[in-house]
């Protein structure tokens, strides 16, 4: 008799989980890490790209000083260039402009060495005459003892005058930096005024349609936005300088003018130039005059400042060249931080200028879409299909959507010698 069979033992298959649902990546960290990669690439060449710059800063800072030059002194050889060659405009500018840099250089100098004597017996005077203010002046301020200040000063330097010639001596080979600098930055500057149209003309007609559309409308942007800063920095940097002179005049302050020019420099390193030129001021009415020569001194400071910013900087300052305090902050002591005092100098107008190139590529770009041509502004997309050839827009389709020029003075003012190409919209660099 056979025994029952027993059933064997069913083991349960595990279900597998459907491939790839175990490595399910959430998608806001997925586009977190999409962006995150992005940006560290992006940083990574800003890194390279600035130090890169940095090891050739001297050619950068000649190639930023030779733009400066010529947006200062652009309008005065069109002016001249009116009643005489172009060339000879552009001599004549520069050795006006030369002439006048060299001629308060040598002023300021006279200044300071025909004062100097005074000037030390005066700001002596006036120590004793504030300290024996603090003498009356609350506990804390009582127990400074500035008697022995001059003293100290002199026996300092006495004691360190071999430490200082030895670094004057060291820092002899930057002085021939600096003069390399310059020349090379009048050089360029002096061809930057007389052919930089056509030089730019030649660099646009190297690139595809599509890029010399960008970078005319990239070019028309940057140039209008630096110069104008520029421009308008100069006039308000020497209004200071003028305002500033005429009220230490006024009062007899020393080392008027100098001090004056000292601001005029100043002003060319946004929010704190100015501010540490007149505090200088302050220091020496108050050494030489007393406190309440120095009082007024810091209410005409006050005004001064005002006046800059209510007035100069509106109505010198176009709309389009004025960026937020916040930007200006960041970017005086990122470029501090890269390339001290020039980068602070160079700071404000670079940041400016990148923003109007935005700017106008973005405005360009919606034109050409709301006129139904491709966004690079190129006859076709290079689709590869006869559809897509023979749905793209004609050459008569794409001119009619012009390079937009920046606002201001148009090409032919700042430029008023013929162009060599008629088929671009160059910047007048």
Request: charged share 15%; hydrophobic share 55%; proline share 6%.
């Amino acid at each position: 008799m056979s025994s029952p069979m027993t059933p064997a033992p069913t083991v349960a298959t595990p279900t597998l989980p459907a491939p790839g649902a175990s490595e399910r990546v959430p998608s806001w960290l997925k586009t977190a890490a999409g962006w995150a990669w992005r940006l560290l690439i992006l940083v990574a060449a800003a890194v390279v790209i600035a130090r890169g710059v940095m090891g050739v800063s001297l050619v950068v800072a000649a190639i930023f000083l030779a733009l400066v030059a010529a947006a200062v002194l652009r309008p005065l050889v069109n002016l001249l260039g009116r009643a005489m060659p172009r060339a000879l405009a552009t001599v004549i500018a520069y050795v006006l402009g030369v002439a006048v840099l060299v001629g308060l250089g040598t002023f300021v100098g006279v200044s300071i060495a025909g004062q100097a004597d005074t000037l030390s017996h005066e700001f002596l005077n006036g120590l004793a005459e504030l300290n024996k203010v603090l003498r009356k002046a609350p506990k804390p301020l009582r127990d400074i003892d500035l008697s022995n200040v001059g003293g100290s000063i002199v026996s300092w330097v006495e004691t360190h005058s071999d430490q200082i010639l030895s670094e004057v001596s060291q820092r002899a080979g930057d002085v021939v930096t600096v003069g390399t600098a310059i020349v090379l930055a009048i050089f360029c500057s002096i061809y930057f005024v007389k052919s930089g149209k056509k030089m730019w003309g030649w660099f646009t007609g190297q690139l595809s349609d599509g890029a010399r559309r960008r970078w005319q409308v990239a070019g028309q942007a940057a140039w209008h936005t630096f110069s104008a800063y520029t421009r308008g920095l100069v006039l308000v940097a020497a209004a200071n300088g003028i305002l500033s002179g005429a009220a230490l005049a006024i009062l007899r302050v020393p080392l008027a003018v100098p001090l004056g020019v000292l601001v005029f420099l100043g002003t060319f390193v946004p929010l704190i130039g100015a501010a540490v030129a007149m505090v200088l001021a302050v220091f020496v009415a108050l050494a030489a005059k007393g406190w309440i020569i120095a009082l007024i001194v810091v209410a005409l400071i006050a005004l001064i400042g005002q006046i800059e910013g209510h007035l100069l900087q509106p109505l010198i300052m176009s709309r389009q060249v004025r960026v937020h305090p916040v930007v200006v902050a960041i970017s005086v002591v990122g470029g501090t931080v890269l390339a001290g005092v020039l980068g602070a100098i160079a700071a404000v107008p670079v940041v400016s200028t990148a923003w109007a190139v935005y700017k106008a590529l973005r405005d360009d770009q919606r034109r050409l879409r709301a006129a139904g041509l491709p966004d690079d502004g190129t006859q076709t997309r290079r689709a590869g299909t006869k559809a897509a050839a023979e749905a793209a827009p004609s050459t008569k389709e794409l001119d009619q959507v012009a390079v937009p020029q920046a606002a201001g003075p148009s090409t032919e003012e700042l430029d008023p010698a013929p162009a060599t190409r008629t088929d671009s919209a160059e910047p007048s660099v």
